[in-house]
Structures are given as C-alpha cells and as structure tokens.
DNA sequence: TTTGACCTTAGACTTAACTCCAAGGTTTAT
DNA sequence: ATAAACCTTGGAGTTAAGTCTAAGGTCAAA
C-alpha cells in the first residue's frame, strides 16, 4: 500500500494530480487508511501508468476515461472498437500536423523573403505583407 | 466610419471580439460617436486585418501585440528582429510538429497491431501494451 | 410611436489539466 | 515533546482567446 506522495513520486506526478484524478473518477485509491489516507495498491498503481502511457500518447482524460472502460469490461467491447479510438486519434493528429506544417512553411516563406538584415524595418517586406496580403 | 457591428461582419470577427482586441490593446476605435459608439476608420480595418493575417499565420496575440508595436515604428526596429521572431514561431511550429508527428507514429504503430476485428477485446495487443508497456 | 436591431458596460463563464492555498489533523524523527 | 514532513478538504486561480449575460441606451423603419 501506497501513500498519496509515495505513489506520486513514484511515477512522477504531484499529489495533487492524483486528488484530481480521482475527483474526475479516472482512479481512486482501493481505501483509505483508518484516518483518512489514501491508500493506493500495486494495481491501483498500474492503473495509474496505464493512465500515464495513454496521455503520453497523446489522449486527453477524457478518451482516457473511456479506454479505462474498456478496459475494465474488455469483453463487452471488441478489437474493431479499441482499434477505432486509436486510428481516430492518429487521423486527428494528423489534421493538427498537416495545420501546423502548413502554418510553418507560410512562415518559412515569409522569412526567406526578408533580408534580415541590420536595417531598419522601414521596407521589411514581412510586415508589407501582413499589412497588405 | 464604421461601427463595431459593420466592421466586425466585414471581418468575419464578433463584435465581442473587438471588444476584447480593445480591452488587450491590441485594436482601438480611432474615436466614438457623441454618444459613445465606436467608430472605426479604414486605418483602423487595415489595423485589424493585419492581426487576423498574423493570427492565422500561427502567431498569439501577444505575439500580434509585439508585430504592432513594431509596425507603428518601423524604424525602430532591425529586419533581423521581424525576420528572427517569425523564424522562432516557425521553429516552436516544427517542435510541436516532431512531437505530434512522434505520437502519431506511435499511435499508428499501436493500432497496426491491432486486428481490429470485431471478436472481444479480452486479448486486444492496444490495451495489453498500454497496460504493461 | 413602438418594435426591432443595434450599441454600451461590467463581469461571469468556457475548456483542459492541473496548481495552489488555507486551515487543520497525523506521523515520524530527534 | 516538539518540529518537520506528511496528509485531509474545499475552493480559488491559472492560460488563451474568446463567448455570453444582464441591464440599459440609441436609432431607423413602419
């Protein structure tokens, strides 16, 4: 059994991470001790990586509440389910990466425009251009 | 002149989002009519446009605040600052880009695994590997 | 003249995932 | 015995960029 700081550094989050974790019911210690500790068992700790690898993954608590679901009653889900969590995931990463690299080679474009030099901004032709596209 | 409701539509803004461009400094009505209306000239749409191309080019608003301070003395200012801080916002982009792109791959790797078909999850490989990695 | 569309302000609410604080109780080490 | 380190709870604060509400003033059209 695991106090709430040993368990906390044990797997290198706050304390405060865990309470919060709890009070958005993604894990809650199996007991308490007689004065009110949080008393946390080895499953309970794995529980908590599972958490750890998932949001490491990229997936918001939210998704997470629902993989842990899952896995709780693995048998009322099939692959097929799981499978499609994860894809939907990867599909919307990669809408955020396509974004992202679209944005960076328009800011790429702009810089290579510029002279960058030591001369006063005055013809910059970064600031022209978002002045007047 | 143009009130705030007028400008905004022009813009595809809200009226709430000037408002709030106002209250952050970043855009104010060239004066306001006697009875307190904000009127907005086309110096003042030109000032506007200007922070919605560099939003969409990825920059925050208080990064837009430092563009502006920058606009209004252009003189002030090198080619080399202009030109530097679009390279950092293009480098911080590719960050974010590696990162994403980095569980993107691991997502695609995990759901690879997966025969997603539409048997029970009790030996699904995604949940076995976020379980015990 | 009265309805509806528009404008004003101050201030609260939103999302995500914590993070911090106060006020107090417990445990451990010296 | 006492101080340090730990734990409890409830609730507020953080960030970004808005978004929404209430309570009221103004303006144009029918």
New binding site residues.
Partial sequence: M???????TACE????????????GLLS?SS????????YTDEDARHLKF?LRA?AMG??????SELLNIEASRSDWACADVKGMVEAKAAELQRKIDEMTRLRDSLQELADACCGGPESAIHCSILDTLETK
């Fill in positions: 695991y106090r709430i700081g040993e368990l906390a989050v706050t304390a405060d991470t865990l309470r919060f974790y709890e009070k958005n210690p308490r001790s007689d004065k009110g500790y949080r008393l958490i949001k997936f918001s608590l939210t998704e997470i």
